[in-house]
């Protein structure tokens, strides 16, 4: 009954190596999501898509980018990771934007840079 | 600018009541979402509130006063499953979720 699969679990890089975080939902939603969670803090949206091939800056979007070149999986590249980005990331997908915009959620990344 | 206030941390006993608050300021409000996350767990789906008043489903109660700015989940009957942290988020006229650090709950025999 899994919806919202991320690849990795945990993932351990070093200093200027690129990432993939990959995300697939088997739901057919229209919305995808990238969050940061870490302690203390709530989570912060990174990039948002509401359709194939397009995106949208969330609210810390530098050092990421994004793709969505299928509308059930959508990508999170950290071009040169760097250990600010250790972190767990969350995918999300969503059926539409409206008012009970219910996430589904993917079980996380945990990504560590050393 | 926007934000979310809700406590860090809650301690309560078995088969207890526990209440959740939670306040918000946003630009606009398209409603109040409670999520539940069990640690290593992705979050999941609780409640969505956009008018005021309860929301009763089953053990747990979402409330919502949009002119205090506020939103309490009450969990009754507490299990030990219950362990978890609640996170509350609110919708903003853009229907940009503002997400809260979220209230970790201790259940304690």
């Known amino acids: 009954d899994v919806k919202v699969t991320q690849s990795s679990r945990y993932l351990v890089k070093r200093t200027g190596e690129k990432v993939f975080l990959e995300c697939v939902q088997d739901?057919?939603?229209?919305?995808m999501f990238w969050y940061r969670q870490d302690p203390g803090l709530g989570l912060r949206l990174i990039y948002f898509s509401y359709d194939v091939k397009m995106k949208e800056k969330g609210d810390i979007p530098e050092g990421y980018s994004v793709s969505r070149e299928k509308k059930e999986r959508f990508s999170l590249i950290l071009e040169s990771a760097s250990t600010n980005q250790t972190s767990m990331y969350l995918c999300?997908?969503?059926?539409?934007?409206?008012?009970?915009?219910?996430?589904?959620f993917g079980a996380g990344s945990r990504l560590t840079v050393l | 600018g926007q934000n979310i206030d809700q406590p860090t941390e809650m301690t309560a006993t078995e088969g207890a009541i526990v209440q959740i608050n939670c306040t918000y300021q946003?630009?606009?409000?398209?409603?109040l979402f409670w999520y539940q996350q069990h640690a290593g767990e992705a979050p999941t789906f609780l409640s969505y509130n956009v008018l005021d008043g309860l929301e009763e489903k089953g053990r747990f109660s979402s409330f919502l006063s949009r002119s205090k700015g506020y939103s309490y989940l009450l969990l009754k009957e507490l299990q030990m499953k219950d362990s978890a942290s609640y996170l509350c988020a609110a919708m903003d006229s853009n229907y940009q979720l503002i997400w809260g650090a979220g209230t970790k709950l201790i259940i304690k025999p």
């Open positions: 999300a997908s969503s059926l539409s934007f409206s008012g009970a915009n219910v996430l589904t």
């Open positions: 946003t630009s606009g409000f398209n409603g």
């Open positions: 739901m057919d939603h229209e919305n």
